[in-house]
């Protein structure tokens, strides 16, 4: 299992946003205790709602940097490349996308993915027959200051930064039938599956590797990529000490598996104080069984 400067690892969304930075601190100090009871009741009201802006603020502005993942979606005629939260997906930026392959039966071919205009603009590549696609996607430096604001810089630009971190994303989807699902990549944060995911009945067995290793404790999310699901509604798993984990399937139909992983110090000590990566894996699944 790999251990080398393994500090948190966890699951995306709400549990990444908290991964990526930790909670904000408002400031406020506890009222006096010479204070009369219900001016300490208000002023505690106060303080708690304070909080609560400042943390809703804080989500908002840590979300670029560690709340938001990288999906691919296969369309038939090639993959569409997507960012954000399964239900409110953002237009990715071309340019951090720093490189899209798709692995076929008997070849790789590197991807050349362009932006559509339009009423819906979407990043995508074309790609005919069955493949496994895997993208990079490099979202970054990005700092946290001591106001409470982020900034997309690293902390050899603002060294007043109270925290600072890389984020990267990677990101996987099996399409065909003879796309060859099991292919290990090589990216440093990946999700390979144990059995063919369009068979799985239920679950899913997959394998968590970080640095070629597997990565003991790192929690797996299963979203169906469309869907905003609560913290307590997702399917999760907790990966063993080889790295795997069994994963729930609630429902037939497209799924998205995402884990991440926190590692401190930064290999960039300079420039961040941690990198955070991301790594989602997408496949569509036949058997109408669920948990």
Request: glycine share 8%.
């Amino acid at each position: 299992m790999q251990m080398a400067r393994l500090v948190h690892t966890d699951a995306m969304r709400s549990d990444a946003d908290q991964e990526a930075w930790g909670p904000a601190s408002d400031g406020v100090a506890a009222p006096a205790a010479a204070f009369r009871h219900h001016r300490r009741l208000h002023h505690e009201s106060t303080r708690t709602m304070r909080r609560t802006a400042l943390f809703a603020a804080f989500l908002a502005l840590a979300a670029p940097a560690g709340a938001h993942d990288l999906w691919l979606d296969p369309t038939g005629s090639g993959v569409q490349i997507l960012y954000g939260h399964p239900h409110e997906p953002e237009l990715p930026s071309a340019g951090k996308l720093m490189s899209l392959t798709a692995y076929e039966p008997a070849d790789a071919v590197v991807l050349k993915a362009k932006l559509e205009a339009g009423p819906a603009p979407a990043l995508r590549a074309a790609h005919q027959g069955d493949a496994l696609f895997a993208a990079a996607y490099d979202n970054g430096y990005w700092v946290r200051l001591p106001n409470g604001s982020y900034r997309n810089a690293s902390k050899r630009m603002l060294p007043q930064a109270d925290k600072s971190l890389w984020s990267v994303k990677f990101a996987k989807a099996v399409s065909g039938p003879t796309a060859p699902w099991d292919k290990v990549v090589g990216q440093p944060l990946e999700i390979v599956p144990l059995e063919a995911p369009s068979a799985a009945a239920g679950q899913i067995r997959v394998r968590v590797l970080f640095e070629g290793r597997p990565l003991g404790g790192a929690g797996v999310v299963a979203t169906d990529g469309v869907t905003f699901k609560s913290e307590a509604d997702q399917a999760r798993a907790t990966t063993d000490a080889e790295g795997v984990a069994v994963v729930p399937l609630r429902r037939a139909g497209p799924q998205v598996l995402g884990v991440s992983h926190r590692v401190t110090p930064s290999q960039t000590p300079t420039l961040a104080d941690a990198d955070s990566y991301g790594a989602t894996l997408a496949f569509t699944v036949t058997d109408p069984k669920t948990n």
